[in-house]
């Protein structure tokens, strides 16, 4: 592994663990800040590594890959949670900084340690069960109704690793595998919901901590095509609740970094408007690039804040509203033509795209348009997305 440049000044190199978007959408807020990004990138064309001067090739499952990559920085972080536990023990027995810890980032490795622990702190949970049998499976659906909602304790994201399912049958290959690999499987009751939303917080390791407003995130096929910042219509108590849980959750799980808290708001009980918690996920999210452009500090540069234990800046809007859409692949490869045109009708729009190679239905990149009639920025973010894909041609 080569070493990265270090600015003057002593200003220190962050290490980012994966090439995706998300260490791609680092490197402006790195810049402005003063601090050198390197990326353990999974090759040479991925996202970050077009991008930041510093991304050796390695590979994140091996641990002597990642050591070395980590003797050049002075904090490493993540882009994703799919760091195997030993290669994490490695480093923290090396004495390298992480954040977040891998005491904390198993609660969002590992969905089955995650519901225990939220269980636990009396976070409000859908009703779940760890099962291995298919015995197992029937119980807990005709005690909570079918259909239930099976997930694969670790590497599950935008509806993979996740079923709806009516009967035991239907999980006979999930359960021995899962046999198989000694995981069993996360049974969780199919929650009855009003709409989806999402807390982004973030927590330095001196204990500082800063929430972003209660957002509203739309999913199409399990994968999340808009998010309205803040939430239109949030009872206020649900909206200070979610914030708390959210708070709650990073302090006493000890994260550190950008954490997202993914929720379903359901129907109101004893007259209070409620929700329970879907997801966790500990790294900045889809549902926070809507700060990029609409918050004083947008949820990149904020995690660079925290994860130096930096001051964390200002997370309050600039605008009343800002909508993001989600840019999906779809059947044009060539995305420049389109890209032009959306700039050149809609001058507002911030487009951000992730040098990504095109397939469908993969984020390749998003639109954020902020302003005060939430129905015409919804239009307009979604046009702007719709024509890069190519579903929409005028």
Same mark, same amino acid.
């Given at each position: ?5 270090r600015a003057p000044g002593g200003f ?12 791609r ?7 402005e ?20 001067p510093?991304s ?9 890959e990642?050591?070395?990559?980590a003797q050049?920085?002075d904090v490493?972080?993540?882009d994703h949670e ?7 023990d490695?480093?923290v027995?090396e004495?390298v900084e992480?954040?977040p810890?891998?005491?904390a980032?198993?609660?969002?490795q590992d969905?089955?340690?995650?519901r225990?622990?939220l269980t ?7 009703r779940w069960v760890r099962t291995d ?5 029937t119980?807990?659906g ?5 259909p ?8 599950? &994201?935008?509806g993979?690793g996740?079923r ?9 290959a999930?359960?021995e $595998?899962?046999a198989?690999e000694?995981?069993g499987l996360l ?7 009003? $709409?989806?939303?999402a807390v ?5 390791p001196?204990?500082q901590?800063a929430?972003?407003p209660?957002v509203?995130?739309?999913?199409t096929?399990?994968?999340?095509t808009e998010?309205?910042a ?25 994260v550190t970094g950008v954490?997202a808290v ?5 129907e109101a009980?004893?007259g209070?408007?409620?929700?329970v ?6 790294r ?9 452009d609409?918050a004083?500090?947008g ?5 660079l804040?925290?994860?130096l %234990?930096?001051?964390l800046?200002s997370p309050?809007p600039?605008d009343?509203?800002t909508?993001m859409a989600n840019?999906?692949?779809g059947?044009l490869?060539?995305? &420049?033509p ?5 700039m050149a009708r809609?001058p507002?729009?911030?487009?951000h795209? &992730? ?5 469908p ?5 998003h ?5 005060? %009639?939430?129905a ?8 702007a997305?719709g024509y ?7």
């Amino acid at each position: 592994m080569t070493s990265p440049r270090r600015a003057p000044g002593g200003f220190p190199v962050v290490g980012i663990i994966g090439g995706g978007q998300l260490a791609r959408m680092c490197a402006g807020p790195a810049a402005e800040l003063g601090v050198t990004l390197s990326v353990l990138a999974e090759a040479d064309d991925a996202s970050a590594a077009l991008v930041v001067p510093s991304s050796p090739v390695g590979d994140h499952t091996e641990a002597e890959e990642v050591h070395a990559f980590a003797q050049h920085c002075d904090v490493v972080t993540f882009d994703h949670e799919h760091v195997p536990p030993h290669v994490l023990d490695l480093l923290v027995a090396e004495g390298v900084e992480l954040h977040p810890h891998p005491a904390a980032l198993r609660f969002a490795q590992d969905k089955l340690a995650m519901r225990e622990r939220l269980t636990g702190l009396g976070v409000p949970c859908p009703r779940w069960v760890r099962t291995d049998t298919a015995a197992d499976v029937t119980a807990f659906g005709d005690a909570v109704g079918w259909p239930v909602v099976a997930k694969t304790p670790r590497g599950g &994201y935008d509806g993979k690793g996740v079923r709806v399912v009516a009967d035991a049958g239907e999980l006979t290959a999930w359960l021995e $595998r899962a046999a198989s690999e000694g995981s069993g499987l996360l049974l969780e009751e199919r929650v009855s919901f009003r $709409r989806e939303l999402a807390v982004l917080v973030a927590r330095s390791p001196s204990g500082q901590a800063a929430a972003w407003p209660v957002v509203e995130t739309v999913q199409t096929d399990g994968i999340c095509t808009e998010v309205i910042a803040p939430a239109p219509g949030l009872d206020a108590g649900l909206s200070a609740d979610a914030v708390h849980a959210a708070l709650r959750v990073a302090g006493e799980l000890d994260v550190t970094g950008v954490l997202a808290v993914e929720l379903f708001e359901v129907e109101a009980v004893d007259g209070r408007a409620s929700f329970v918690v879907n997801e966790l996920a500990m790294r900045p999210h889809n549902s926070g690039h809507w700060s990029m452009d609409g918050a004083v500090t947008g949820q990149f540069e904020q995690h660079l804040r925290a994860v130096l %234990d930096l001051p964390l800046g200002s997370p309050r809007p600039h605008d009343r509203w800002t909508v993001m859409a989600n840019v999906l692949g779809g059947e044009l490869p060539d995305l &420049y033509p389109a890209y032009r045109h959306v700039m050149a009708r809609d001058p507002e729009a911030k487009v951000h795209m &992730y040098g990504k190679g095109v397939r469908p239905g993969r984020k390749i990149g998003h639109v954020n348009i902020s302003g005060d %009639d939430l129905a015409d920025l919804r239009e307009r973010a979604a046009h702007a997305a719709g024509y890069i894909q190519g579903v929409v041609t005028e």
